[in-house]
Nanobody, 126 residues
Framework: VQLQASGGGLVRAGDSLRLSCAVS????????AAWFRRAPGKEREFVAS????????LYADSVKGRFTISKDTPTNMVYLQMSSPKPEDTAVYYC????????????????????WGQGTLVTVSS
C-alpha cells in the first residue's frame, strides 16, 4: 500500500486549500483514514479522521468548523479541505490509513495507522 499526499503550498490566511491523498495497493473503504500534521519545532498532532462504518468524522478542536475530511471510494482518494486557514496551521501534513477497521473513537491515535504518506508542506501567511 502506498499513500501519496499532494496539494500543499503557500496560502494566505483566510484563503482555501485542498490536500489530496492517493491510496494505492488495496481498497480501503472499510478502513479509517486520517490527516496528521507536524509544525516546526512541535510534535505531530492529529487533525482529522474519517472512519467506517458510517463515515463518521473526528476533528481536532483547533480545526473544527474550518477543515473538512472526506474520502472518495471509487478513486481511492482522501481529501482535507482547509477553509480559513491560519498561520498556526503551517505544518507538514501527513495522510494515514489503518490496516484494519478501527473504532471511530480511536481514530485520533497515530498508533492505529499502519500506512503513512510522505507529507505535504502547507505554509499559511498572515
Amino acid at each position: 500500500v502506498q499513500l501519496q499526499a499532494s496539494g500543499g503550498g503557500l496560502v494566505r490566511a483566510g484563503d482555501s486549500l485542498r490536500l489530496s491523498c492517493a491510496v494505492s495497493g488495496r481498497t480501503y473503504d472499510n478502513l479509517a483514514a486520517a490527516w496528521f500534521r507536524r509544525a516546526p519545532g512541535k510534535e505531530r498532532e492529529f487533525v482529522a479522521s474519517i472512519a467506517w462504518p458510517g463515515r463518521s468524522t473526528l476533528y481536532a478542536d483547533s480545526v473544527k468548523g474550518r477543515f473538512t475530511i472526506s474520502k472518495d471510494t471509487p478513486t481511492n482518494m482522501v481529501y482535507l479541505q482547509m477553509s480559513s486557514p491560519k498561520p498556526e496551521d503551517t505544518a507538514v501534513y501527513y495522510c494515514a490509513v489503518s490496516e484494519i477497521p478501527i473504532p471511530a473513537t480511536d481514530t485520533a491515535d497515530p498508533q492505529m495507522y499502519y500506512y503513512w504518506g510522505q507529507g505535504t508542506l502547507v505554509t499559511v501567511s498572515s
